[in-house]
């Protein structure tokens, strides 16, 4: 027989640094993660990454929900599958931007100074150094993307889509330009749109201010937590149903300050004053509501029920102005003039209590909406805005249908049925209760706002101008005054779209929609083919400008599935073609849940609407939220994240993996206790913890070292609070967590268990024919009968999307069985026996290969080791060679090694194997220690069956027969309703120490029986549980009458 060649020996220790940096330039070198749409008809597995925002370094977040998507990635890579993981970056405009501006000003200039070119060319070059960090973070997390194919927002191939469905939905009338009330956020000076809007409760006051009536009999009091509005009210509501409502309504009000006369109308929205109500809104209710259009949703709706004017008195930037809307200032009001909301609610409060018009100020707590970016105020302003009507059937009612008929069976009213279309019905969620979160936001949707007063993002491809309504090209009558009419004119010829809106009485607002150039260029509208760069030469030399503003960050991100792949136009890029073909629909997307309205929702839209109702993945898998250990949102202000670099740094990338991937359940967040690490000791420590102004539980700005209470370091939230900054006395502690701990402790179990094993089969032989398992030793059978079982559990919760079932699976199987067991129970044999050595060396090469998915820098590392090491093949394992571990494929165990019997047995024996190792444990014997174990003739053939498992596991050395057992000093057992005795534990018994034992475990079996009868009595357990299940509480029951018989008889003869 031929010699197996071996590798030189591991070293002692795992050393994650030096081992991840030469696996990634192995995985690199062979370009193993590359997807070619041309290579193979197997069935696809593909994925886009949700792109992370260029603003700032991956956080925990991203590092869990790219393992996990890896995990998938590379799990399915294994099974054979034609598999896509896509990379990219997202621009992130209003975050982008806003970090941007933030630089520009500690370097003493602004966004303003240095003009809308340079400002671009500044943050490109902050995407660049970002995108750079993002990239390099995903490979040292060992994620397996086509990084060949990353791809960013704002590149080429994702700029024409941007600019082609932009131009379609223009041109279908799903985009349009309307002047509505709008989310803004006076701090980035740029609407929003609803879901950008986060509702905080605040603290604050009801005032309530006396309105006068204009005939001079009286006034009515109004109730309002905004009094600098006051301003801009134009009439003031009573509900139809109020007492007072007859008598008041049609009266007039001449309104405080701005003298201007409003009227007082009906309208069912009022909330009627209740004391007594456990509405809170009805304690605080005067029965008077001051409607103000222009600076509140409701009251716009009221408006335009009664037809109200719209008088907008706030400027950009949340201050009073009468530059945008206010045409009747009075000379009282001035006053007001450029004093921020904040100071102009002070000052009109104080001005109405001075003028005996404030009646009472109350302490009340509301909801304000926030912006999501600036965390300021939102204010709710009439500006024009460009659309998309995501109310229309075509998109709402589309991504409802979608939803998969079990998770959702019913539609809302208005949405049509589910039909044969493809994408229809097909849409799951996991969990699956995020499937009604997706559902009930639909529910109330309204028109999305997609432009953003910015200048880095999708500039809109629109040019307008503002004509006479004399020069219109169509009849004046067939001109919307609320919405755009489509035109056919010679722009149209040209390739554009055309649509004028009526702005007012005497004037049009002509847009024409400009096509990226290949689009234009398929469309051969005329004989002379006109480039992109005419057409807009054209329009500009007729007068019309381009839109200054830019699109929505989501508009380019819910084309991101198909922008990723080329479309509209993948011929156009030879890294796309075949892509949207074989990858689209994607098979999952994995995200949080706070952007299933913002992302989720609106990829579905466009995917089925541009792609023929083609959804644009199947599943949706909502990861939990990473938390702090008080369970807090880890978040860069309040100092508490941990940095995954960090954590690959101290405890290496394979750790941090399997810790984020263990703790991954589908019912609850991750909560993630933060330590320090000493900057002085490098000790890792708790540290001091304080509340913040905002009431969060952060550490304390300075920290004292654990080791030497003279040294100080600063705390992440010290620096993020702008408390105290680091210095060389006073370095910066960063952030760590012992829940790692898990995950290095089992990467260094998997080291020093691969390096035993390849030990112990240092001088093994080729064997050339298949050994025949069935054949082997118990143990053997076992291991492999496990293996199998282990196989089918992690292709399961892969199935199912149960992440932390598949780490605590591998866990069971490689610490517990493969460790702790297996290698424990062949240490006697292994070195003698040549197809044990193959059975071993068939198992480690299983074991990497079930572990790669979540641990795959030390499996590869592990992987030519444990190949070189193979010495022959077992019949019904399949493990196909492969150079690199990172396209081998998946093991495949037959199932007919899969014994339950087998394991049955082994199962019996351990439990054995654990009540002498509890006596041993008690009686304090040394665990080499070998002791005598006396059996009746039962147990003796289940000995016999498993093999010398029990013996070496419970260390015992002789097994004898219980009859033939002398005077010599015993301890008594019960196992399987059967006396047992252990001998040679010492020389003298505590009787009364065993006396106790015995009763507590016929206690113990008293109770079970009472439970197993109680259950069995039950007539609801008989007529409802399954028949299997009522046969093995049966035989529960049995077992501990029998033990319970065993234990008593034992106690008797110690009496």
Same mark, same amino acid.
């Given at each position: 027989?031929?010699?197996?060649? +071996?590798?030189?020996?591991?070293?002692?220790?795992?050393?994650?640094?030096?081992?991840?940096?030469?696996?990634?330039?192995?995985?690199?070198?062979?370009?193993?993660?590359?997807?070619?749409?041309?290579?193979?008809?197997?069935? %696809?597995?593909?994925?886009?990454?949700?792109?992370?925002?260029?603003?700032?370094?991956?956080?925990?977040?991203?590092?869990?929900?790219?393992?996990?998507?890896?995990?998938?990635?590379?799990?399915?890579?294994?099974?054979?599958?034609? %598999?896509?993981?896509?990379?990219?970056?997202?621009?992130?405009?209003?975050? %982008?931007?806003?970090?941007?501006?933030?630089?520009?000003?500690?370097?003493?200039?602004?966004?303003?100074?240095?003009?809308?070119?340079?400002?671009?060319?500044?943050?490109?070059?902050?995407?660049?150094?970002?995108?750079?960090?993002?990239?390099?973070?995903?490979?040292?997390?060992?994620?397996?993307?086509?990084?060949?194919?990353?791809?960013? &927002?704002?590149?080429?191939?994702?700029?024409?889509?941007?600019?082609?469905?932009?131009?379609?939905?223009?041109?279908?009338?799903?985009?349009?330009?309307?002047?509505?009330?709008?989310?803004?956020?006076?701090?980035?000076?740029?609407?929003?749109?609803?879901?950008?809007?986060?509702?905080?409760?605040?603290?604050?006051?009801?005032?309530?201010?006396?309105?006068?009536?204009?005939?001079?009999?009286?006034?009515?009091?109004?109730?309002?937590?905004?009094?600098?509005?006051?301003?801009?009210?134009?009439?003031?509501?009573?509900?139809?149903?109020?007492?007072?409502?007859?008598?008041?309504?049609?009266?007039?009000?001449?309104?405080?300050?701005?003298?201007?006369?409003?009227?007082?109308?009906?309208?069912?929205?009022?909330?009627?004053?209740? /004391?007594?109500?456990?509405?809170?809104?009805?304690?605080?209710?005067?029965?008077?509501?001051?409607?103000?259009?222009?600076?509140?949703?409701?009251?716009?709706?009221?408006?335009?029920?009664?037809?109200?004017?719209?008088?907008?008195?706030?400027?950009?930037?949340?201050?009073?102005?009468?530059?945008?809307?206010?045409?009747?200032?009075?000379?009282?009001?001035?006053?007001?003039?450029?004093?921020?909301?904040?100071?102009?609610?002070?000052?009109?409060?104080?001005?109405?209590?001075?003028?005996?018009?404030?009646?009472?100020?109350?302490?009340?707590?509301?909801?304000?909406?926030?912006?999501?970016?600036?965390?300021?105020?939102?204010?709710?302003?009439?500006?024009?805005?460009?659309?998309?009507?995501?109310?229309?059937?075509?998109?709402?009612?589309?991504?409802? +249908?979608?939803?998969?008929?079990?998770?959702?069976?019913?539609?809302?009213?208005?949405?049509?049925?589910?039909?044969?279309?493809?994408?229809?019905?097909?849409?799951?969620?996991?969990?699956?209760?995020?499937?009604? &979160?997706?559902?009930?936001?639909?529910?109330?949707?309204?028109?999305?706002?997609?432009?953003?007063?910015?200048?880095?993002?999708? #500039?809109?491809?629109?040019?307008?101008?503002?004509?006479?309504?004399?020069? !219109?090209?169509?009849?004046?009558?067939?001109?919307?005054?609320?919405?755009?009419?489509?035109?056919? !004119?010679?722009?149209?010829?040209?390739?554009?779209?055309?649509?004028?809106?009526?702005?007012?009485?005497?004037?049009?607002?002509?847009?024409?929609?400009?096509?990226?150039?290949?689009?234009?260029?398929?469309?051969?509208?005329?004989?002379?083919?006109?480039?992109?760069?005419?057409?807009?030469?054209?329009?500009?030399?007729?007068?019309?400008?381009?839109?200054?503003?830019?699109?929505?960050?989501?508009?380019?991100?819910?084309?991101?599935?198909?922008?990723?792949?080329?479309?509209?136009?993948?011929?156009?890029?030879?890294?796309?073609?075949?892509?949207?073909?074989?990858?689209?629909?994607?098979?999952?997307?994995?995200?949080?849940?706070?952007?299933?309205?913002?992302?989720?929702?609106?990829?579905?839209?466009?995917?089925?609407?541009?792609?023929?109702?083609?959804?644009?993945?199947?599943?949706?898998?909502?990861?939990?939220?990473? #938390?702090?250990?008080?369970?807090?949102?880890?978040?860069?202000?309040?100092?508490?994240?941990?940095?995954?670099?960090?954590?690959?740094? =101290?405890?290496?990338?394979?750790?941090?993996?399997?810790?984020?991937?263990?703790?991954?359940?589908?019912?609850?967040?991750?909560?993630?206790?933060?330590?320090?690490?000493?900057?002085?000791?490098?000790?890792?420590?708790?540290?001091?913890?304080?509340?913040?102004?905002?009431?969060?539980?952060?550490?304390?700005?300075?920290?004292?070292?654990?080791?030497?209470?003279?040294?100080?370091?600063?705390?992440?939230?010290?620096?993020?609070?702008?408390?105290?900054?680091?210095?060389?006395?006073?370095?910066?502690?960063?952030?760590?967590?012992?829940?790692?701990?898990?995950?290095?402790?089992?990467?260094?179990?998997?080291?020093?268990? &691969?390096?035993?094993?390849?030990? +112990?089969?240092?001088?093994?032989?080729?064997?050339?024919?298949?050994?025949?398992?069935?054949?082997?030793?118990?143990?053997?059978?076992?291991?492999?009968?496990?293996?199998? /079982?282990?196989?089918?559990?992690?292709?399961?919760?892969?199935?199912?999307?149960?992440?932390?079932?598949?780490?605590?699976?591998?866990?069971?199987?490689?610490?517990?069985?493969?460790?702790?067991?297996?290698?424990?129970?062949?240490?006697?044999?292994?070195?003698?026996?040549?197809?044990?050595?193959?059975?071993?060396?068939?198992?480690?090469?299983?074991?990497?290969?079930?572990?790669?998915?979540?641990?795959?820098?030390?499996?590869?590392?592990?992987?030519?080791?444990?190949?070189?090491?193979?010495?022959?093949?077992?019949?019904?394992?399949?493990?196909?060679?492969?150079?690199?571990?990172?396209?081998?494929?998946?093991?495949?165990?037959?199932? %007919?090694?899969?014994?339950?019997?087998?394991?049955?047995?082994?199962?019996?024996?351990?439990?054995?194997?654990?009540?002498?190792?509890?006596?041993?444990?008690?009686?304090?014997?040394?665990?080499?220690?070998?002791?005598?174990?006396?059996?009746?003739?039962?147990?003796?053939?289940?000995?016999?069956?498993?093999?010398?498992?029990?013996?070496?596991?419970?260390?015992?050395?002789?097994?004898?027969?219980?009859?033939?057992?002398?005077?010599?000093? =015993?301890?008594?057992?019960?196992?399987?309703?059967?006396?047992?005795?252990?001998?040679?534990?010492?020389?003298?018994?505590?009787? #009364?120490?065993?006396?106790?034992?015995?009763?507590?475990?016929?206690?113990?079996?008293?109770?079970?029986?009472?439970?197993?009868?109680?259950?069995?009595?039950?007539?609801?357990?008989?007529?409802?549980?399954?028949?299997?299940?009522?046969?093995?509480?049966?035989?529960?029951?049995?077992?501990?009458?029998?033990?319970?018989?065993?234990?008593?008889?034992?106690?008797?003869?110690?009496?």
């Amino acid at each position: 027989m031929a010699q197996v060649n +071996r590798l030189p020996e591991l070293p002692p220790a795992y050393n994650p640094s030096e081992t991840e940096t030469v696996v990634s330039a192995a995985w690199k070198q062979h370009n193993v993660f590359h997807a070619d749409a041309n290579e193979s008809e197997d069935p %696809t597995y593909s994925i886009v990454i949700p792109p992370p925002n260029v603003t700032a370094a991956l956080h925990l977040g991203h590092a869990l929900n790219n393992t996990l998507q890896d995990v998938l990635i590379r799990f399915h890579r294994m099974k054979g599958k034609s %598999t896509l993981w896509m990379p990219g970056t997202d621009h992130a405009g209003i975050a %982008t931007q806003t970090v941007v501006e933030k630089r520009l000003l500690t370097q003493g200039t602004s966004r303003l100074e240095i003009g809308r070119e340079e400002f671009l060319k500044v943050t490109q070059d902050w995407k660049d150094e970002y995108e750079e960090i993002i990239i390099n973070q995903l490979i040292s997390m060992g994620a397996s993307c086509d990084f060949d194919r990353t791809r960013f &927002t704002m590149d080429e191939m994702c700029a024409t889509a941007v600019r082609h469905a932009f131009f379609i939905l223009f041109q279908d009338g799903l985009i349009y330009r309307g002047k509505r009330l709008v989310n803004w956020d006076p701090v980035t000076r740029t609407a929003l749109a609803d879901d950008e809007v986060e509702m905080e409760e605040i603290e604050g006051h009801m005032w309530y201010l006396k309105y006068p009536l204009e005939d001079g009999s009286g006034h009515v009091t109004v109730a309002t937590t905004r009094p600098e509005t006051m301003l801009g009210d134009t009439a003031v509501a009573i509900n139809p149903k109020d007492a007072r409502a007859e008598e008041l309504v049609g009266k007039t009000i001449m309104l405080p300050i701005v003298d201007r006369i409003i009227p007082i109308i009906a309208d069912d929205f009022v909330i009627m004053e209740d /004391e007594e109500s456990d509405d809170p809104k009805a304690k605080f209710a005067s029965g008077f509501l001051k409607v103000t259009p222009a600076h509140d949703p409701n009251d716009w709706d009221i408006g335009i029920r009664h037809d109200l004017d719209v008088i907008n008195v706030l400027g950009p930037d949340g201050s009073i102005s009468d530059e945008h809307g206010w045409d009747d200032i009075s000379p009282s009001a001035r006053q007001f003039v450029g004093l921020s909301r904040e100071e102009a609610r002070a000052a009109i409060v104080d001005w109405f209590d001075s003028q005996d018009l404030l009646a009472e100020v109350r302490q009340y707590t509301h909801s304000v909406g926030h912006s999501y970016r600036s965390h300021a105020p939102i204010e709710p302003w009439l500006s024009d805005q460009w659309y998309v009507a995501v109310t229309d059937d075509k998109l709402r009612g589309s991504a409802l +249908r979608a939803q998969r008929p079990d998770q959702v069976p019913d539609l809302p009213g208005g949405v049509s049925e589910r039909s044969s279309l493809s994408g229809d019905g097909e849409l799951a969620f996991y969990p699956n209760r995020y499937a009604r &979160t997706y559902y009930s936001w639909h529910d109330g949707i309204r028109d999305w706002c997609i432009s953003r007063q910015l200048w880095w993002g999708h #500039q809109i491809p629109v040019w307008s101008r503002i004509s006479n309504i004399a020069n !219109s090209p169509i009849p004046l009558d067939e001109i919307d005054l609320d919405q755009a009419t489509p035109v056919e !004119s010679d722009w149209v010829s040209l390739g554009a779209a055309h649509v004028i809106r009526r702005i007012n009485e005497s004037e049009i607002e002509e847009a024409i929609c400009v096509p990226p150039e290949t689009t234009l260029q398929r469309m051969n509208t005329v004989n002379t083919p006109i480039s992109e760069t005419e057409l807009i030469d054209i329009l500009e030399k007729d007068g019309f400008t381009r839109d200054p503003d830019v699109l929505d960050t989501w508009f380019s991100s819910a084309l991101w599935p198909m922008s990723t792949m080329g479309w509209p136009w993948p011929e156009d890029f030879p890294e796309a073609i075949g892509l949207l073909e074989k990858y689209n629909p994607t098979s999952v997307l994995s995200t949080a849940r706070e952007i299933i309205t913002l992302w989720v929702s609106r990829m579905v839209m466009f995917n089925r609407y541009f792609l023929d109702g083609q959804l644009p993945f199947r599943d949706v898998f909502i990861h939990a939220m990473v #938390q702090d250990g008080h369970g807090q949102k880890m978040s860069k202000s309040l100092g508490n994240g941990v940095d995954p670099r960090d954590i690959i740094f =101290t405890h290496g990338a394979d750790a941090m993996r399997f810790t984020l991937v263990q703790m991954t359940t589908d019912t609850q967040d991750v909560r993630m206790p933060v330590d320090m690490i000493c900057p002085h000791s490098g000790e890792a420590f708790t540290p001091e913890f304080i509340n913040s102004p905002s009431g969060a539980i952060v550490a304390a700005p300075e920290q004292t070292s654990p080791t030497d209470p003279s040294k100080k370091m600063v705390s992440a939230y010290g620096v993020a609070a702008g408390i105290v900054n680091p210095t060389e006395q006073m370095p910066l502690a960063r952030n760590s967590s012992g829940k790692f701990d898990l995950g290095r402790n089992f990467a260094n179990k998997l080291w020093n268990a &691969t390096r035993f094993a390849l030990k +112990r089969t240092d001088h093994s032989v080729l064997i050339e024919e298949p050994i025949d398992i069935t054949s082997r030793p118990f143990a053997d059978q076992w291991i492999v009968a496990r293996l199998a /079982e282990t196989i089918s559990r992690l292709e399961q919760a892969m199935e199912n999307y149960q992440f932390n079932v598949y780490a605590d699976t591998l866990y069971d199987f490689v610490w517990h069985d493969v460790c702790d067991r297996y290698l424990e129970i062949i240490k006697p044999s292994i070195d003698k026996d040549p197809e044990q050595q193959v059975v071993l060396t068939c198992l480690l090469d299983s074991v990497l290969r079930i572990m790669h998915p979540v641990c795959p820098f030390i499996t590869e590392a592990l992987w030519p080791h444990v190949t070189q090491a193979r010495c022959g093949e077992a019949t019904g394992i399949a493990l196909k060679h492969s150079e690199l571990l990172a396209s081998a494929t998946w093991p495949e165990v037959d199932a %007919t090694l899969n014994s339950s019997e087998t394991m049955e047995l082994f199962d019996r024996s351990a439990l054995l194997v654990n009540l002498v190792r509890s006596v041993r444990a008690e009686q304090n014997v040394k665990p080499r220690q070998l002791i005598t174990l006396y059996v009746p003739e039962q147990i003796q053939k289940l000995l016999s069956i498993t093999g010398g498992l029990v013996e070496v596991l419970a260390g015992i050395g002789q097994i004898q027969p219980l009859s033939e057992h002398s005077n010599e000093i =015993t301890s008594p057992l019960t196992f399987e309703g059967s006396e047992i005795l252990l001998a040679g534990l010492i020389d003298t018994v505590d009787l #009364q120490a065993q006396r106790d034992r015995l009763a507590k475990l016929i206690s113990e079996k008293s109770k079970q029986i009472e439970g197993f009868e109680s259950r069995l009595s039950n007539p609801g357990y008989l007529n409802n549980a399954k028949e299997e299940l009522i046969d093995e509480t049966k035989l529960l029951l049995e077992n501990a009458k029998a033990d319970l018989a065993a234990a008593q008889a034992s106690l008797e003869k110690l009496k």
